[in-house]
């Protein structure tokens, strides 16, 4: 039986790739680049295990993206793509690897997304002005039509979520968080 370890599934998400989409947060990561902004997603502590029938029935959206942690990290993460795509649902997926230090397995697993973004953070290569990714060796991949570079220009950068509890997304900017709060 596929499992995922869930950190946090979202709805009607706008910053994590075109339209409204649902966003997977896994838990647990491999790689740990230094300067993450999700080191809290490190750790392969068990927090929300998942089936993946359960995984399914949270998704709301046609579209999704997948992130972390590390994604790949998950073993059964193939399994969940597969499904995802039978169900015609857009799949976006950050990952920290490279396609060339891909196993078989995760390979197959990527040219299953729809659009990836692969390569480790690189603190020294941090770009605050480009979309979607957070480090200029970062790399956007089409695999298939579904989405166009057209979609990756428009850029939002955060967005605040109130419904049963007050949420943040995006990338931290302090200024704007104390401006909220005064």
Known sequence: MSTYNIH???????????G???????KGCTIRCKGCINPHLWSFDKENEMALSSVLSSIKAKEITL???E?????????????LKHRDIGVILFTGYSY??????????????DVVISEPFELEKKDDSLYLRGSSNQIITF???RYNKMDFEERT?????????????????ISFIEALLK
């Open 67 to 69: 992130l972390g942690g």
């Open 143 to 145: 695999h298939t039509n």
């Open 8 to 18: 946090h599934i979202a709805h009607n998400s706008k910053i994590y790739g075109p």
């Open 100 to 113: 060339i230090n891909l196993d078989e397995k995760k390979l197959q697993t990527v040219k299953l997304c």
């Open 71 to 83: 994604p790949l990290d998950q073993k059964d993460l193939y399994d969940l793509i597969v499904e």
């Open 20 to 26: 409204d989409r649902d966003v997977i947060w896994f």
């Open 157 to 173: 950068e955060y967005e605040l979520v109130i419904n049963d509890k007050l949420e943040f997304r995006g990338r931290k900017d």
